[in-house]
């Protein structure tokens, strides 16, 4: 049970404090309601640059990090399709200094054009070296436009292409910032070794006359549900044939989300999952193959992915997978294998919340998804999961004209 | 809405920085089971999950020929006298719990976490695991062959080829800590020969156990059923001891053609953790080439441009220390990034180092500290070093006082003493 108490302030910002008197230190983890599922399709990859920006100074603080240093903090920020997140980590009794940095850059940025600049050549410069200069780096550049045709998750957080980010303007830059970043579209959690009453002070001092801003409603284009399969072959120079099969699933918000990851891990994942005992161990037919789900607000994927043995071919390693999958379609699992991953899925979510940083994440997200509660729940809900809900979701998801499929294929 | 914002005047001033001041650790309950095997529990009501580590005296320091301590570990889940290695998989899985066994140069180290409410079925399998291990062939062959292709991707290698070597130069080719795992080595090791070291060192063999997390008095009666039970040789392991190369300080270069960077490895004998420079000469290391911030790092990357990367570090290991720097460079750039790297180690042990640059490395290393104990997991894995390194049990306690009353003045002590001697230099590429 992770406790919690929240207030809001007068402009908006909705505050979280998880006090934890065990630990010497605090987290100030702030999360603003904005991922590349808001960007404009002509400008994407700008919540991912503008999260760039967020250390290049901002109104009273030219140099971010070295203010963090100083103080024996730590942090760091990422950019998803769905929010964009930053954190400092830092011994509790020096928690202020978090507050006056988060809070500036909230309060307004330098704008400096040679910050524009350098961040955008920096920019390219990841997006050559993590997905393009690296064997099935691009895999999810090609994978996501593939399974999605109207909902702008059709894009990674890196953007469509490196052109979107060289044009980007200063003009563009400042119009994203007043309306994503605001106190009203924004959620702060405290956590650690601190109390309620000096989080109050604080956050009053430091975030409370920072000026609500208008925030454009969202209205995202749904995904129509998919009819047939879609195929991608890519011959590229790759060491080895690899296979990427993405099925339409739930938003983490829906009720069938929980059944859904059960579903996964019955799949694959660990050495003894359906996928990875027989064509790993017993046929051996692949080297390796896992199965995930994407955790996102809207309807998500879930992912089989593999490495084929040399020896395999194509045809007999999909057709491999089809029968595993067929024998979901068809037949309930025992009461064994679903307390097995059940067990697996708490245990994770234990282990996870270990972290303080992660409790402080994860009531974040609670909140953009209408309940701070969230992190509470996932294990009942995890617990009432049944072999039926398993296999009805199993046939709404794993029929092959749900499905995307990319196929590495080795020169 | 978005109305201009009047820069309110406080907000150019940075809070204060409130001293770092030292944390106390949670200190260990002490137990003792039926078979006197030592039990330190750390409770923690958190989360309902338990982490065991069983600490054994099981590491290439030990063992009665090379080869055999890098496979031990990772053979011992493989097969027992009751289970598969198919079941034993399965078992672990079906109650989610995450595992590792590893074999290190100096201990054997068996790590578990599992959910509090299946910790006692967990006792049955580790009972199994510390007694009854086959290493059936079948299983080793498979091992094997998946550990000769690790050596063949690791020997292009040259960082790994540089980290060898310095190894080799420090200790020698006969020694536990200096001699490499070969192919060859690899080929010889039979399934006979583990179960005779495991027998040896593992099966019957006193060893340590840190618990951590959820733990109720029933946890520890099924403890002591179980783990306490077992029978514990009481005679004393026998005293094993090596003796090293008395390393002269040497230059061994590697050429490889194909390779793009050449991998510099500057090192030195040290002593061993509990000696008390330990924590001053830290701070030294933090100020050379310890963190981003660092010496080398704004010499060798931000000013001259020569690598990504150069850090310097100090290895701990139970009977000896060692003193590293090591950067991947540009090869045309190797000699004037080692010219570089004597010439940052020279100016430590002529100036003093400036305070303020000494407050920033002592806040951020304070910062480290403390950030690393923010889980009962992270507390038990420093409760490991401290058995490790046979450190006092309160060493963490006055950890962030002592970095503070490090002095420039001691460190230039310190640079001179350690660090004007010479240097073996390891390139390769």
């Known amino acids: 049970m992770i406790h919690f108490q929240e207030f809001f302030l007068d402009n908006g910002l909705h505050v979280i404090v998880h006090e934890d008197k ?40 030219p140099y971010y990090d070295r203010e963090v240093q100083r103080v024996g903090g730590e942090n760091n920020a990422f950019t998803s399709p769905d929010v964009t997140n930053y954190y400092i980590i830092l011994p509790a009794s020096n928690i202020e200094t978090a507050f006056w940095l988060e809070s500036d850059r909230m ?9 524009l600049e350098r961040e955008k050549s920096v920019v ?17 550049l090609k994978l996501r436009p593939l399974a999605y045709r109207k909902h702008p998750y059709q894009w990674a957080t890196i953007g469509k292409e490196i052109a979107h980010i060289e044009r980007a303007t200063m003009h563009d830059v400042q119009d994203f910032f007043f309306h994503h970043y605001a106190p009203n579209n924004a959620v702060l959690c405290v956590a650690g070794n601190v109390t309620l009453e000096q989080i109050k002070r604080l956050s009053e001092k430091w975030f409370g006359d920072i000026p609500p801003r208008e925030v454009p409603a969202r209205k995202l284009p749904q995904e129509p549900p998919q009819k047939e399969m879609r195929f991608l072959e890519l011959n590229t120079k790759v060491p080895v044939d690899m296979i990427y099969m993405a099925f339409h699933m739930v938003g983490k918000n829906h009720p069938d989300f929980f059944a859904t990851d059960l579903l996964s891990n019955v799949l694959g994942g660990r050495e003894s999952s359906r996928l990875y005992r027989k064509l790993v161990k017993e046929r051996e037919l692949f080297t390796y193959i896992d199965t995930y789900v994407l955790g996102s607000f809207d309807p998500g994927l879930l992912v089989i992915n593999g490495r084929i043995t040399s020896r395999t071919s194509f045809q007999t390693a999909f057709q491999a997978i089809q029968e595993i999958i067929e024998e979901l379609l068809h037949e309930t699992i025992s009461e064994e294998e679903l307390e097995k991953v059940k067990n697996q899925a708490e245990s994770s979510l234990i282990y996870d919340e270990m972290e303080l940083l992660n409790r402080a994440m994860n009531l974040c997200y ?18 009432q999961v049944t072999s039926t809900d398993i296999q009805r979701v199993a046939q709404q998801v794993l029929p092959l004209h749900n499905c995307s499929v990319l196929y590495y294929k080795a020169e | 809405m978005s109305t201009p914002v009047s820069s309110a005047s406080y907000r150019k001033i940075a809070p204060n920085v ?64 009751q289970h598969n290695s198919q079941q034993i998989h399965e078992f672990f899985d079906s109650l989610g719990i995450f595992w590792d066994i590893s074999t290190g140069v100096d201990q054997t180290q068996m790590n578990f976490y599992a959910m509090s409410k299946h910790f006692e079925k967990l006792l049955y399998m580790v009972a199994e695991l510390l007694t009854e291990a086959t290493f059936p062939p079948k ?22 080829e540089a980290n060898l070597l310095s190894r080799e ?45 959820e733990i109720s008095e029933k946890h520890l009666i099924s403890l002591n059923k179980t783990i306490g039970s077992l029978s514990i040789c009481s005679d004393t392991q026998p005293l094993v001891v090596h003796t090293k190369n008395s390393s002269h300080p040497t230059r061994i270069v590697v050429e490889k053609e194909n390779a793009l960077q050449t991998s510099i490895r500057v090192v030195c004998p040290l002593f061993v953790k509990k000696h008390p420079h330990q924590i001053p000469f830290g701070v030294l290391n933090e100020v050379l080439g310890g963190y981003f911030g660092s010496r080398l790092m704004k010499n060798l990357r931000e000013k001259h441009g020569f690598t990504y990367g150069v850090h310097s570090t100090i290895t701990f290991m139970r009977h000896e220390g060692f003193f590293s720097i090591g950067t991947d460079v540009n090869k045309e750039h190797r000699d004037a990034a080692l010219e570089q790297i004597k010439f940052e180690i020279e100016r430590l042990c002529q100036q003093l180092i400036p305070e303020e640059e000494l407050t920033i490395v002592k806040n951020y290393m304070s910062g480290v500290y403390l950030k690393s104990v923010n889980t009962p997991i992270a507390i038990a894995d ?12 309160n060493y963490f306690d006055h950890y962030i006082s002592h970095i503070n009353s490090v002095t420039a003045e001691e460190l230039l002590e310190l640079s001179q003493k350690y660090l004007s001697g010479a240097f073996s230099e390891i390139l390769v590429g």
């Open chain 1, 22 to 61: 065990t630990v010497p230190i605090a987290v100030l983890n702030l999360m603003y309601d904005v991922g590349s599922r808001d960007e404009d399709e002509n400008k994407t990859g700008f919540a991912h640059l503008f999260e760039h920006l967020m250390f290049g100074g901002s109104l009273h603080i």
């Open chain 1, 107 to 115: 309060l307004g940025l330098n704008f400096l054009p040679e910050v």
């Open chain 1, 124 to 140: 390219i410069e990841e997006f050559k070296q993590r997905y393009l200069n690296q064997p099935y780096g691009d895999a999810w």
């Open chain 1, 366 to 383: 609670g909140a953009l998804m209408g309940n701070v509660n969230f992190i509470n729940e996932e294990i009942d809900r995890f617990k």
């Open chain 2, 18 to 81: 409130q001293p770092f001041n030292d944390f106390e650790l949670v200190k260990p309950v002490y137990y003792y089971l039926d078979n006197r095997t030592c039990v330190w529990v750390l409770y923690s009501d958190m989360q309902p999950i338990i982490n065991m580590q069983i600490l054994l005296n099981a590491g290439k320091w030990h063992e009665p020929k090379q080869g055999l301590a890098p496979l031990l570990g990772k053979m011992i889940a493989e097969g027992t006298k």
């Open chain 2, 139 to 160: 299983e080793l062959e498979q091992f094997k062959q998946k550990i000769i292709q690790q050596i063949q991707i690791n020997k292009q290698k040259t960082n790994q």
């Open chain 2, 169 to 213: 130069c420090l200790y020698g080719n006969s020694h536990p800590y200096g001699y490499r795992l070969t192919e060859e080595l690899v080929q010889t090791v039979q399934s006979e020969d583990l179960l005779c070291f495991y027998h040896q060192a593992i099966c019957a063999s006193p060893f340590h156990i840190i618990l951590s997390g």
């Open chain 2, 382 to 393: 420093l409760y490991k070093n401290i058995s490790y390194h046979q450190l006092p049990d």
